[in-house]
């Protein structure tokens, strides 16, 4: 979401590290580019002005001034600003009698369907609860079907609402029905409109009256900028909220709505939807946002994914094997499997601090085509010659190329890169067992 910005902040962070020594006109150039950045990525310009002065203030201090790298001091003073506007880290409120009820309040079309969804997941496994989903939106039939749909898939009950239905009996029988069944959180899914009206909140103040909601978070989708703010300030005016979730933060938005909305609004962003699949939902870290924004990578999240979507068991049982009996095509399968659960590439490559600018030059669509053409390849390989390709003739090969519906070249430039990766890990094979061990252990738990 944050590229352009990204770029941008990236050029005047460049020439500000070229500097010597800083002085107050070039402070002041290096931020009248940072406010031209920010603006075009439709932040907030009440944010922008109070950002950009407190950063000027500190910038001209003395430590930063006589600093041996004023440079770096600058952009480390922009972060922690960042970072303040973006609001300190906060977690979810679940310190509540059960059943606690979380109501969901947006616009249709933000998402709240699918964060219902996303969000029973991430409390069923992180928090270690028992979700119940309620359908409230009782106007759009798919609706209902969706969170059904949801429901089933991730092993999680959804009450039985109807077309039609009165929404607030609806959410009444349903905290209800959670209480006496032993939910202990309740995520309503309630209805949206196109815009906020006057029909849409006092539904939502019924609901809110009956239910007595414990938390009402606002789902926003961050792909509308600065409207974003203007719907949180509306909905906000009706039923106080307390937390946003920003959806669609993966998008190609400017971005300018995730960095406006904590300040305009003083309440947290509590979760951010990075992606489509229903796993996509990550607690919001305000200063891991701020190195994104500003091109620091965030590893910490990358090795989060790392725990959560590969097999650490299988991993080290691999590493083990490949050490013992050498590289096969097999673990080479094994490989591109575990880079395939974390995610697109693009997003991945993202995390990682200091590769930045090297995205640039990245076709990634490209790049994941070939990783689904190496995995046709090799699936269409017998067992057996992933762990002996010594086999692999050429009529073999011509067979696996048609089998994966690519060509004999794909499968020689396969075979050849496989050929690589084995020296390397060869190579890496003389640290010994224990010193392989430790380098995996970056990735621990």
């Given at each position: 979401m944050f590229a352009d910005l990204t770029q941008k902040l990236g050029k005047v962070f460049d020439r500000m590290r070229g500097y010597g020594r800083l002085s107050e006109k070039n402070i002041d150039e290096a931020l009248r580019d940072v406010r031209l950045s920010l603006l075009e990525a439709d932040v907030n310009f009440k944010v922008v002005k109070e950002f950009t002065e407190a950063v000027k203030g500190r910038a001209l201090g003395a430590d930063v001034m006589e600093s041996l790298t004023p440079g770096q001091q600058f952009i480390k003073i922009v972060h922690q600003e960042l970072v303040k506007v973006l609001g300190e880290p906060a977690r979810l409120n679940l310190s509540f009698k059960p059943p606690v009820v979380?109501?969901?309040?947006?616009?249709?079309?933000?998402?709240?369907t699918t964060t219902a969804g996303k969000l029973a997941l991430h409390l069923k496994k992180k928090e270690k609860r028992e979700p119940y989903l309620v359908p409230a939106d009782v106007y759009r039939p798919?609706?209902?079907?969706?969170?059904?749909?949801?429901?089933?898939?991730?092993?999680?009950?959804?009450?039985?609402?109807?077309?039609n239905d009165d929404?607030?009996?609806?959410?009444?029988?349903?905290?209800?029905y959670a209480q006496d069944h032993g939910y202990d959180v309740v995520i309503i899914d309630t209805a949206g409109r196109l815009h906020i009206d006057e029909t849409l909140m006092k539904e939502l103040q019924k609901i809110r009256d009956k239910v007595e909601p414990q938390q009402i978070l606002l789902v926003v989708d961050a792909m509308t900028g600065q409207e974003a703010v203007k719907v949180a300030q509306g909905f906000h005016q009706t039923i106080p909220l307390d937390g946003v979730i920003f959806t669609k933060l993966d998008g190609d938005a400017r971005g300018g709505a995730a960095l406006s909305l904590r300040h305009v609004l003083g309440k947290p962003i509590l979760f951010a939807g990075v992606g489509e699949k229903l796993e996509d939902l990550e607690p919001f870290h305000p200063d891991r946002m701020a190195s994104r924004v500003l091109g620091m990578g965030d590893i910490l999240t990358l090795i989060e994914q790392a725990q959560d979507k590969i097999d650490l068991k299988k991993a080290q049982e691999s590493t083990e094997r490949m050490l013992k009996k050498g590289f096969s095509l097999v673990d080479f399968q094994e490989q591109l499997g575990q880079m395939k659960r974390l995610g697109s590439l693009e997003k991945v490559v993202g995390l990682i601090p200091g590769i930045g600018k090297m995205k640039e030059g990245?076709?990634?669509n490209q790049a994941e085509k070939d990783l689904k053409k190496k995995g046709a390849i090799l699936s269409s390989m017998t067992a057996q010659e992933r762990l002996n390709p010594k086999i692999l003739n050429g009529s073999r090969r011509l067979r696996i190329a048609k089998g994966s519906g690519t060509q004999v070249s794909d499968v020689n430039r396969l075979l050849k890169e496989f050929e690589e990766m084995k020296k390397m890990v060869d190579r890496l094979g003389k640290f010994g067992l224990k010193g392989m061990k430790q380098l995996g252990s970056l990735f621990g738990r």
């Open positions: 979380i109501l969901l309040a947006g616009l249709q079309g933000s998402g709240k798919a609706a209902i079907d969706q969170l059904k749909t949801l429901g089933e898939r991730l092993g999680i009950p959804v009450h039985p609402t109807r077309e929404p607030v009996k609806v959410a009444k029988e349903a905290k209800k990245i076709d990634f």
